[in-house]
Nanobody, 115 residues
Framework: QVRLVESGGGLVQPGGSLRLSCAAS????????MGWYRQAPGKERELVAT???????NYADSMKGRFTISRDNAKNTVYLQMNILKPEDTAVYYC?????????WGQGTQVTVSS
């Protein structure tokens, strides 16, 4: 079993920053891809960014330039640095890990951008 635990969400003013973390544990194989997705109120879950074990990134267009994904393979942890946050970034952010064609999800962490 793979377990994913997110942290770092909270309330921030527009223009502010947050850093999300996701620690993976369990039966984790080298070569996995980790990433972040989000679900805003009234909307479907959408891609934020993914990062392969080897370092290849993929960002949704709306996140480019403001969000940065990174990972520490030794710690099985993925991060999301979120800058210049906007009210429309308000959502539950979910960590994802994919290996052997199977995806795993964390419980989500709430990010609220409001003045």
């Amino acid at each position: 079993q793979v377990r994913l635990v997110e942290s770092g969400g909270g309330l921030v003013q527009p223009g502010g920053s947050l850093r999300l973390s996701c620690a993976a544990s369990g039966s984790i194989f080298s070569g996995n891809t980790m990433g972040w997705y989000r679900q805003a109120p009234g909307k479907e879950r959408e891609l934020v960014a993914t990062l392969t074990w080897g370092g290849t990134t993929n960002y949704a267009d709306s996140m480019k330039g403001r969000f940065t994904i990174s990972r520490d393979n030794a710690k099985n942890t993925v991060y999301l640095q979120m800058n210049i946050l906007k009210p429309e970034d308000t959502a539950v952010y979910y960590c994802n890990l994919r290996q052997l064609s199977i995806g795993y999800w964390g419980q989500g962490t709430q990010v609220t951008v409001s003045s």
